[in-house]
């Protein structure tokens, strides 16, 4: 049965629960654990390399970053260590790159600045901006085919954006942009790649960089192995923060990403397999946790989705959503398992999110939530959007498909919606959608479902009422 733009107003009266299909409540949380067990953080040999030996010095000014890149040459050439950054603080003139079995080691009272001069950030690299592949600027902490590395220690990396920098190339005043500034939208570089995207144009001719003004990301291992990034505290970034790419095996464990600027995504997994997101910490000036399988044709072309993500005990302060899955999405996501975090904030929007439209395409599927206690959000418990905004000059159409999102033992105390789920049209629905045990309190608008079927409550209460699934229209 199929639900169409149906509202729930509050107060509704008690009713008996419904219990979903036998066929539709698998052990997946089952899977869960077979897929922790196949995560396993790399291990590195007992050698440290100081990059004070290397000539670094951390007195704010200095230029660390040779010293810097000659530790971790050497770190690789002899097998893999520690490259160690004592306590102080120490400029980086550039991008640091990450080579096999390098552990880059922030200890405890030592920060890494970058520079936020945009030359300093080139020759080029092979990335992705915004999930479409192309050449450009390369991101602070980069690896490319790389495997066993890691970022630890319990010290700081600051990107230095602000509005005086990187943050105004977004064209918005809030960011520090002004008339007769340049920016992306002015360069047309973001319109430019989109197109280069839909018209399948080669990689290697998307040079960007100079001139483009399309910001770089934070930390951004691409096509590597054995990631693992734990307990540092990661400031003020360009454009998203911790991005892997095409990569698997991730453990991110322990971390504080504080950013809000724009498009401050804390972490982006991209057409990544098995990874663990835990303990961390988010307050962003977007998504806290995203999780993205490229966009438009390079999503389809590459053919790889998000897959087999865990997220257990993080905190979720500001940002756009808490754990969201979209919009660059077009290669699929599925086997998303998040579980007992906190999100609170009245710069929050939302807890839960999916976003996709019919340029994305992809399929989304087996989304599983639960033990999730949610303070106070802007918007909405629970989003589930296809009619995402487009952002994209095409007539092609790939109208994704969304099922199977199971949201168990979830309470909230204040919000304006509870549920606020729209599907593409009565032909391409939200498939599937299943509260179990959930507690929405303090909802202003009640519930909003358009396009939807296959939903089964148990045990939901809006508002102190047991809710029903509402009759077909």
Known sequence: MRYIAYIFILFIPAACSIRPPE??????????????ASIRPPAFPGR?????????KGDSHTDCLPAIRAA????????GGKV???AGVYLSNGPIHLKSNVNLHISKGATIK??????????????RWEGSECWNYSPLIYAFEQENIAVTGSGTLDGQAGPGNWWAWVNKAEFGWKEGMPSQKDSLSGPRLIEWNTLEVPVDQRVLGQGAYLRPNFIQPYRCKNILIDSVTIRNSPMWVINPVLSENITIQNVSVISHGPNSDGCDPESCRNVLIRNCYFDTGDDCIALKSGRNQDGRRIGRPIENVVVQGCQMKDGHGGVVIGSEVSG???????ENCLMDSPNLERAIRVKTNKVRGGTIENLFFRNITVGEVREAVVRVNMRY?????TNQVFIPTVRNIFVENVSSSKSRYGLLVEGYDDANPVNGLHLKGCRF???????????????????YYLNGTLVEVPAPK
């Open 23 to 36: 066929q539709l409540e698998p052990g997946s949380w089952k899977q869960m654990d077979q897929i922790l």
């Open 48 to 56: 440290t390399y100081d990059i004070t030996s290397f000539g670094a």
């Open 72 to 79: 971790i040459e050497k770190c690789h050439n002899e097998g």
């Open 84 to 86: 160690e950054v004592p």
């Open 114 to 127: 970058y520079s936020t001069d945009p030359a300093h950030y080139l020759p080029v690299v092979y990335t």
């Open 332 to 338: 699929g996501a599925r086997n998303i398992f998040a």
């Open 389 to 393: 905004p487009i952002y994209a000059d």
């Open 441 to 459: 309190d303090g909802v202003k608008m009640g519930d909003s479902i358009k396009f939807a079927e296959g939903l089964s409550f148990e045990g």
